[in-house]
């Protein structure tokens, strides 16, 4: 019989194996697809010679999916980074207002190719966190807000200030202290009730055919719950089928040491 400390170890090994090799794949994944990529780059810039119409759409397939491999391998990577502690939040003080403007205009573009409108409401109050992940939080949110909505839809991002009380995630209640709360709405398909609870984890998506449709990667959820949880606070989402979803962020105001 395997005593518990024996199992407890083959469980703890087998995780160590695990994360070093998906982060090896991921590393040994990233310098071909980079030179594939750039491959792809030179061949649609025609200076190999003209494509013929057909020569263009397996060409545009191909760079498809190369980005959508780029996207899940540096998702991966961003993972495997902040579950071993190798990602560390580099926190200074900013502006909440132009983190929410930076975020809007980094994804204006996709919003007009699709035909979504794009509302923002920012409210100018310091935060002591790390710009560049908040920045990556917020432009992923965006950009599924954006890829689930149709053509004349609209999504907002808005931010308020709010005491915790009154304010609750779906977890619990949380301390007396003041908060910045971020919110990002669309008009979409809306969540299934029994997604709500599992869309933050690694790998899951609403719909199976999103990878292949939406170009997603099923871990950008993930990585949004990680790096708030690295600021102290909540992220969660509420959805009415068919009506659209609303995805909460709530950050605690604290000042610097």
Same mark, same amino acid.
């Given at each position: 019989?395997?005593?518990?400390?024996?199992?407890?170890?083959?469980?703890?090994?087998?995780?160590?194996?695990?994360?070093?090799? %998906?982060?090896? $794949?991921?590393? =040994? &994944?990233?310098?071909?697809?980079?030179?594939?990529?750039?491959? #792809?780059?030179? @061949?649609? !810039?025609?200076?190999?010679?003209?494509?013929?119409?057909?020569?263009?759409?397996?060409?545009?397939?191909?760079?498809?999916?190369?980005?959508?491999?780029?996207?899940?391998?540096?998702?991966?990577?961003?993972?495997?980074?902040?579950?071993?502690?190798?990602?560390?939040?580099?926190?200074?003080?900013?502006?909440?207002?132009?983190?929410?403007?930076?975020?809007?205009?980094?994804?204006?573009?996709?919003?007009?190719?699709?035909?979504?409108?794009?509302? %923002?409401?920012? $409210?100018?109050? =310091? &935060?002591?966190?790390?710009?560049?992940?908040?920045?990556?939080? #917020?432009?992923? @949110?965006? !950009?599924?807000?954006?890829?689930?909505?149709?053509?004349?839809?609209?999504?907002?991002?808005?931010?308020?200030?709010?005491?915790?009380?009154?304010?609750?995630?779906?977890?619990?209640?949380?301390?007396?202290?003041?908060?910045?709360?971020?919110?990002?709405?669309?008009?979409?398909?809306?969540?299934?009730?029994?997604?709500?609870?599992?869309?933050?984890?690694?790998?899951?998506?609403?719909?199976?055919?999103?990878?292949?449709?939406?170009?997603?990667?099923?871990?950008?959820?993930?990585?949004?719950?990680?790096?708030?949880?690295?600021?102290?606070?909540?992220?969660?989402?509420?959805?009415?089928?068919?009506?659209?979803?609303?995805?909460?962020?709530?950050?605690?105001?604290?000042?610097?040491?």
């Amino acid at each position: 019989m395997v005593s518990r400390n024996r199992y407890g170890h083959d469980i703890t090994e087998r995780k160590r194996l695990e994360n070093e090799f %998906i982060s090896l $794949v991921s590393h =040994e &994944l990233r310098t071909p697809l980079t030179s594939t990529m750039g491959a #792809l780059d030179l @061949l649609s !810039s025609g200076q190999l010679g003209t494509l013929t119409e057909q020569g263009q759409k397996v060409l545009s397939i191909a760079t498809t999916n190369t980005e959508r491999l780029i996207r899940l391998v540096n998702d991966i990577l961003d993972l495997e980074r902040m579950k071993s502690g190798k990602i560390f939040t580099r926190k200074a003080k900013c502006n909440t207002a132009d983190l929410l403007i930076t975020a809007t205009e980094a994804m204006q573009a996709m919003a007009d190719k699709l035909q979504v409108r794009l509302i %923002i409401n920012p $409210v100018a109050v =310091e &935060l002591w966190a790390d710009p560049d992940r908040l920045l990556q939080t #917020l432009t992923n @949110l965006l !950009s599924n807000a954006i890829k689930f909505s149709e053509p004349g839809d609209t999504v907002w991002i808005s931010a308020t200030l709010s005491e915790s009380k009154g304010v609750e995630s779906e977890e619990n209640q949380l301390s007396s202290l003041n908060f910045l709360l971020i919110t990002i709405q669309d008009e979409g398909r809306g969540i299934p009730e029994d997604k709500l609870q599992i869309i933050f984890e690694r790998f899951q998506q609403v719909d199976e055919e999103d990878s292949r449709n939406k170009g997603g990667t099923g871990l950008g959820l993930a990585i949004c719950r990680d790096i708030i949880q690295q600021h102290d606070g909540k992220i969660w989402v509420q959805s009415i089928l068919g009506k659209g979803s609303t995805f909460y962020v709530l950050l605690p105001l604290v000042e610097s040491q």
